[in-house]
């Protein structure tokens, strides 16, 4: 998690809590890293002390002088979006893996909120992914025959360029601060 508060695993050699360290440290000591985009599944974030560790986490890039991007969750409904996907390309087209916004979890929602509410009070910029991916009703789980999921939470390779480069210029406008 891009945050100090993660207990759960070992990311390499180092503790989570160590490598957040590490990397924090290398960033902030680095005056060539201007910009720092951070993107997570941030499902812990619905446990406040998560949510403030992140924050602080911000809240110090932003103290450091560096301008922080935030690119929120990919909805989800829990389903391995790739596996349906793959089934079905295998009957020679993509489809049938679409799914409604309406059956992405509120927490998903929740978080984005606390997300976009974060970026904001620290003048970083927020890029919603559910806007992308779904317009008003549905969700897509392939654009233009590319794939996007890798699973039930990421993005795949292609899905993450197709994806970014559809956040365009608004991307490129706070990659450029």
């Given amino acids: 998690a891009p945050h100090a508060g993660d207990q759960r695993h070992r990311a390499g050699k180092l503790s989570c809590p160590d490598f957040h360290a590490s990397a924090m440290a290398t960033i902030l000591e680095t005056p060539s890293i201007r910009t720092v985009v951070i993107s997570a599944t941030f499902g812990d974030l619905v446990h406040r002390a998560n949510a403030a560790a992140f924050e602080e986490t911000v809240a110090k890039l932003v103290n450091h002088g560096k301008s922080v991007v935030i690119v929120g969750p990919t909805p989800s409904t829990n389903v391995d979006f790739a596996q349906c996907l793959l089934r079905s390309a295998r009957r020679g ?3 049938g893996c679409d799914f409604e916004r309406s059956q992405v979890s509120p927490v998903h929602f929740r978080v ?3 997300l976009r509410e974060i970026a904001q009070s620290h003048g970083g910029a927020f890029h919603d992914l559910t806007d992308i991916i779904c317009n008003g ?6 654009i233009d025959d590319i794939i996007v999921y890798r699973d039930s939470g990421h993005l795949s390779r292609e899905g993450s360029r197709l994806v970014f480069g559809m ?3 608004e991307l490129a406008k706070n990659l450029a601060k």
């Fill in 93 to 95: 087209k993509l489809g």
């Fill in 137 to 142: 009703i549905h969700c897509r789980t392939s």
């Fill in 112 to 114: 984005v909120d606390q």
């Fill in 167 to 169: 956040l365009g210029p």
